[in-house]
């Protein structure tokens, strides 16, 4: 893993602990952006889990959005206006990060955050 722009003692402590694709959280945790299933603040890095490496990530303002290896999108943070894809779960704040489900879907290929909307790319455009 290739660490850009870490300082000192957070230098070290990316390279014992980091695999490919592994996402780091740290800062303010309002709405739940932090992805650590609450929300507090984090001055040191907190390893985010995924089922699979993280290929892509993208996020506005207060909400987060993660394309998976494997074609899944991920998102948390703030919810409103259902713009975190997750039509069952309302306009709520969702402080771990959370699939999306999507019915014929095989796969997405690009994601992006606005303000209040997120936008998939399927594998079949």
Known sequence: ???VDVEGSANKWARERL?????LSFGVGTNGIMGVGNLLSRDTPTVINF???VSKLSSFQSHC???TSDGQVYTWGYGANKSLGHPTKGAIDITRPTRVEMENSAGFV???AGLDFSLFLDSEG
Not at 19 to 23: I, K, V
Request: no cysteine; proline share 12%; net charge negative.
């Open 19 to 23: 695999e490919p694709g592994d996402l």
């Open 65 to 67: 959005m993660a394309l």
């Open 51 to 53: 089922p699979s490496s």
């Open 110 to 112: 690009d994601i992006a």
């Open 1 to 3: 893993v290739d660490i």
